[in-house]
C-alpha cells in the first residue's frame, strides 16, 4: 500500500510561482515512478510531468521550460516548481505513482500505469 500526501497548492496570479509537494509512503511497495497530472473542470485528467527512479524528468508539451520536477529530501518524494503559471494551469493536481518500470520511459504520460493517486490539490491562477 503507498499512501501521498500532496501540498502547496493555492490561488497565484498569471506569472506568478507556485511549489508543489508530493510524499509517498510505503509500507511494502517499490515505487519506480512519480509523477503529477491535473484535471480541470469538465476536462480529462492530463499528464504534467514525472520522474523516474533513476532520476529521469519528463514534461508535457505546454509546461515545458516553465514547470521544474525534482526528488524531494525524503525517499518518495517530489516537488514540483512551477513558474509562469498561466489561466490555463488552473486544475486539481493529482500525485501518483507507478511500480512497473517496464516500458516507463514511453509510457510515463498514461495515467492508468500509476497505481496509487494522492487526494489532489487545487492550483488557481487568476488572470
Known amino acids: 500500500q503507498v499512501q501521498l500526501e500532496e501540498s502547496g497548492g493555492g490561488l497565484v496570479q498569471a506569472g506568478g510561482s507556485l511549489t508543489l509537494s508530493c510524499e509517498a509512503s510505503?509500507?511494502?511497495?517499490?515505487?519506480?515512478?512519480m509523477a503529477w497530472f491535473r484535471q480541470a473542470p469538465g476536462l480529462e485528467r492530463e499528464f504534467v510531468a514525472a520522474?523516474?527512479?533513476?532520476?529521469?524528468?519528463y514534461y508535457s508539451d505546454s509546461v515545458r521550460g516553465r514547470f521544474t520536477i525534482s526528488r524531494g529530501q525524503a525517499e518518495n518524494s517530489m516537488v514540483l516548481q512551477m513558474n509562469s503559471l498561466k489561466p490555463e494551469d488552473t486544475a486539481v493536481y493529482y500525485c501518483?505513482?507507478?511500480?512497473?518500470?517496464?516500458?516507463?520511459?514511453?509510457?510515463?504520460?498514461?495515467?492508468?500505469?500509476?497505481?496509487?493517486w494522492g487526494q489532489g490539490t487545487q492550483v488557481t491562477v487568476s488572470s
Open positions: 501518483g505513482t507507478d511500480s512497473d518500470n517496464a516500458y516507463y520511459s514511453s509510457a510515463y504520460y498514461y495515467s492508468t500505469r500509476y497505481d496509487y
Open positions: 510505503s509500507t511494502s511497495s517499490y515505487i519506480y515512478g
Open positions: 520522474i523516474s527512479r533513476p532520476g529521469n524528468t
